[in-house]
T-cell receptor, first 114, second 112 residues
Framework: DSGVTQTPKHLITATGQRVTLRCSPR?????VYWYQQSLDQGLQFLIQ???????AKGNILERFSAQQFPDLHSELNLSSLELGDSALYFC?????????????FGPGTRLTVL | GENVEQHPSTLSVQEGDSAVIKCTYS??????FPWYKQELGKRPQLIID?????GEKKDQRIAVTLNKTAKHFSLHITETQPEDSAVYFCAASYNQGGKLIFGQGTELSVKP
């Protein structure tokens, strides 16, 4: 157990719908990262927050958005869902901003879009 | 742009043999290179990492080497065991917030 929690574990929804994935970082970690893992794309960085502020963006679609709240938990919002959005979404956290701080991954949320 | 190439995509070895996985990164500003192990259905877990000011790092049966000039880094697993079977990901990052750019993964199978 890494100390990072993600809910829900599984999510099945239809195309065009909107979902929210939730992540709680390890106690004391200020940095939260979101990654998408699909079979043909591997692990793709989506977005990073540090202490409530957006710090880095990857190839995140405009239909996706995220935020980090004052209690440091983070939510990833996916809207106008398409079949290709089906994937495993991981949240990771680290204590600070520096690259060499180990990122601890949560168990992931498996999203299936039908 | 930021890109990490990883080879091979699959690797099958006999128990007790060594396994080597190689990665190449594109951004010369990258300065941190972690390796993650992901078992089926589970989260990626860090197994070893190396910073750009170090050429080699070893932890028991696992070692990582880095060639900054060639922008290559490699994972070496010696005396492989069946429990080493998993998907291994290399990644590269640089000190601008810590985002990781991952390789495509190597599925390692260790046959008893």
């Amino acid at each position: 157990d890494s100390g990072v929690t993600q809910t829900p574990k599984h999510l099945i929804t239809a195309t065009g719908q909107r979902v929210t994935l939730r992540c709680s970082p390890r106690s004391g970690d200020l940095s939260v990262y979101w990654y998408q893992q699909s079979l043909d794309q591997g692990l793709q960085f989506l977005i990073q927050y540090y202490n409530g502020e957006e710090r880095a963006k990857g190839n995140i679609l405009e239909r996706f958005s995220a935020q980090q709240f004052p209690d440091l938990h983070s939510e990833l919002n996916l809207s106008s869902l398409e079949l290709g959005d089906s994937a495993l979404y991981f949240c990771a956290s680290s204590v600070a901003l520096a690259a060499y701080n180990e990122q601890f991954f949560g168990p992931g949320t498996r999203l299936t879009v039908l | 742009g930021e890109n990490v190439e990883q080879h091979p995509s699959t690797l099958s070895v006999q128990e007790g043999d060594s396994a080597v996985i190689k990665c190449t990164y594109s951004d010369s500003a990258s300065n941190y290179f972690p390796w993650y192990k992901q078992e089926l259905g589970k989260r990626p877990q860090l197994i070893i990492d190396i910073r750009s000011n170090v050429g080699e790092k070893k932890d028991q049966r696992i070692a990582v080497t880095l060639n900054k000039t060639a922008k290559h880094f490699s994972l070496h697993i010696t005396e492989t065991q069946p429990e080493d079977s998993a998907v291994y990901f290399c990644a590269a990052s640089y000190n601008q917030g810590g985002k990781l750019i991952f390789g495509q993964g190597t599925e390692l199978s260790v046959k008893p």
